[in-house]
């Protein structure tokens, strides 16, 4: 099941029901090696990927596409309940982790350089239901791909759950 605001005024906000227990799908969020399998749209490649998951920790990660190159991004975690709750921010960055403004970064002017990303985990008869609330207009993020980047992800993480 999927389904996510319709408003264009609204930040992101994406609700998915996989068919695995919750701890499964909080893990495939917090192992690195969980997320290289399916952390990039298809026919791109998560080519960089380090992982410190404690609060205060960070993330450093590098999307790269076929048609518009490397996406670096680095972020920290704000808040991590187990098998509940994960909030990190996420930021353009260069490959040495440093901070980029959208633009520098290849990316619209109107992308905001930091976000925060909330994903919360809920089970029910043995199901989770994964909420994802980013802090950008979902106008901005359907424009520019980001939106449908998470959708196409978040259908790999399904398939991943499915083969454990």
């Known amino acids: 099941m999927k389904s996510a605001s319709n408003s264009g ?11 695995a227990p919750r701890a499964l799908v909080f893990k ?33 990660t590098c999307i790269s596409t076929p048609q518009y190159g490397d996406c670096w ?6 808040e991590i309940v187990p098998s509940e709750r994960i909030v990190y921010t996420i930021s353009m960055s260069d ?3 440093n901070l980029v403004e959208s633009p520098d970064a290849g990316k619209a002017d109107d992308w905001p350089r930091d976000t925060v990303v909330t994903v919360t985990f809920a089970e029910d008869a043995g199901k989770t239901t994964l909420t ?8 901005i993020a359907r424009r520019t791909g980001a ?10 993480l399904a398939e991943v759950l499915k083969t454990g």
Do not use: N
Not at 12 to 19: A, E, N, P
Not at 147 to 156: H, I, N, R, T, V
């Open 147 to 156: 939106y449908p980047s998470w959708l196409d992800m978040l259908d790999q």
């Open 95 to 97: 490959a040495k982790g």
């Open 73 to 78: 991004c680095i972020g920290a975690y704000r």
């Open 9 to 19: 005024d609204q930040m992101v906000l994406i609700t998915r029901t996989f068919d």
């Open 28 to 60: 495939a969020w917090s192992d690195p090696t969980h997320l290289q399998r399916w952390f990039a749209p298809r026919g791109c490649t998560l080519s960089h990927c380090v992982l410190d998951f404690r609060v205060g920790g960070k993330i450093h």
């Open 132 to 139: 994802l609330h980013q802090t950008v207009l979902e106008s």
